[in-house]
């Protein structure tokens, strides 16, 4: 690499203001910042940041390094014994990792060209690092092109890295050398070590975006709304449901949610505490790679449509599968009209608001509203609003109604007492006009008597106790519920209905469902969405719950058998021969046992 001028040059400049007729460009207007920033050109050696600061520039910059390990490792190698090194630097100019010539690295270091180095043209003058922040470009910079003196010892060229997924500027590749004695090729091999920095990026943010909706499946159980969109780390959409967009300007400022991420600038608690801000209501889901937040899922209650309830499950419809669910909407039905207040408990996901609303619709109140009482976002001065201007749950005073409180284990110690008295204040005003129910997955007597929940509350709400078993234990009703939701995703988006073939459809039946009917619903909804055939084959499912998983030892015998039945039925495709094959039983025997486990023999497929 060439200098563009002499040293006499460099001089006539720095005690004149002489402009050399044979600099570059770049280096002129380099030279200019430099000088506007009264960079003293008798510094010898760029800002070092501490230990510890540097840890915590590293730790920010993991991404880029991440990225950039085999890159650097390779370089390394190259670079060896070619007088020569190769620094990572961060958008800061803050040399991060330092490969390459061990006898120039440790010249390097006597003008802090190492990690911890801060080459930024303001704080140094002008350099191949601090050049290339500025201008967002590569450059070259040799011998007395650079701005302070005792930096004109070496030769640089630099190249930014942009990460493909935000767009931004996040570091810089350089390569340094004693000056006259740089390589040719530099600035081809920080180029080159760029784009492959670039390329791991664009690799990484591909894998993350199938991680996120991995876990947006697995973890369906804890969404706690119908319509939900997944953000990855820079604001970009994962996966939305169909209505959520339509809905999500009812909530707030969805695009100023979307801005909050991509400025890349809130730790995980500032961030969901901007997002609760900017979208009021929304339920607000971080997606954590350990201490690193991924992504988020923003969560909206759905708000139905005169329609839309006429379309939903009735009691019938849900008792009309397993046992277990007939006797409990056979109670449901007589409850219904009455007046006593029901609690509704069973664990995350198992139905409850779905099961209550069927209950409001065979009641005397099915003309009056259902309003949702969500406690865990309850505040005292959000009641207190509400009361006065008689909105939210307040109006079912002079409306009648069913007040439907969900999780009042949530409710802010501060705001019990207010509950209480709404309640009261809302019986006495709607008599019998008014249904309380209440919907919890935790146990409101023993929250009682420790002290969790007040007493007049809780005395409020006891009266008859509905419990909704998990979906594993009425796996009858996994294929109603699966079709069930398909032709609701179907109505809603105008597309054809998602099905699922048999060898599907017996892993579904066999899967355990943590997040319970709320899981599969949102399953449903994805690979709807997702799905280019709209036939949804076992090798279609998620990986959680495709692969076949064994009963825990807690199960009984009978339901280990049951489900080792299904997984062989789902793995041979619906083979009754190869499946009785498998199990080392006779086929007579086979049919015998799924009659006993009630399993429908399935047609092949």
Known sequence: MTQSIRKEDWERYRALGEVPPSVREVVLRSWERSRAARTGDQLKAAPRLGEEDLAETRKRSRRLRGAARGALERAGYLLGDSESMLLLCDAAGVVTDAVGDSSVMDRGRENHLQPGGRWLEATIGTNAIGTALHLGRPVAITGVEHFCEEIQRWSCAAAPVTDPASGRLIGVVDVSGPAGRLPRQAAALSG???????????????????????RLLARGGRWASDEVVLLDRFGREVYASERFRG????????????ALLSAGDLDGDGLVEALSETLPGASVDLMLEGAEAVGVTIALRRSRSRGEADRLPTLDWIGGGSPAMAAICAQAKALAKGGVPLLIAGETGTGKELVARAIHREGPLAACPFEVLNCALLTVDRLRDDIAAGEGAARLGRTGGVLCLDEPLEIPEAAQAMVARLVEKLMTE????????????????????????????????????????????????VGRLARFFAEAVARRSGRREVRFTPAAMTR?????????????????????????????????????????????????????????????????????????????????????KLDEHGIERPRRH
């Open 247 to 258: 809905m999500a300007a009812e909530f707030g400022d969805f695009e100023a949610a979307r």
């Open 508 to 592: 579904l039946e066999a899967h355990d469902w943590p997040g319970n009917v709320r899981e599969l619903r949102n399953l449903v909804e994805t690979m709807a969405a997702i799905s280019t055939s709209g036939i949804v084959d076992l090798r279609d499912l998620p990986a959680g719950i495709r692969e076949p998983r064994r009963a825990a030892g807690a199960e009984t015998l009978r339901g280990r058998e049951r489900v080792e039945i299904l997984d062989a039925i789902a793995e041979t495709g619906g083979n009754l021969t190869e499946v009785a094959r498998r199990l080392g039983i006779a086929r007579s025997t086979l049919y015998v």
């Open 430 to 477: 709607a008599g019998a006009r008014l249904a309380v129910v209440t919907l919890t997955t935790g146990d409101l007597a023993a929250a009682t008597a420790d002290g969790r929940l007040r007493g007049d509350l809780y005395y409020r709400l006891a009266g008859a106790a509905l419990e909704l078993p998990p979906l594993a234990e009425r796996r009858e009703d």
């Open 192 to 214: 080159a070590v760029g784009a492959q920095i670039e390329e791991a990026l664009r690799q990484a943010d591909t894998e993350e975006h199938q991680r996120l909706v991995e």
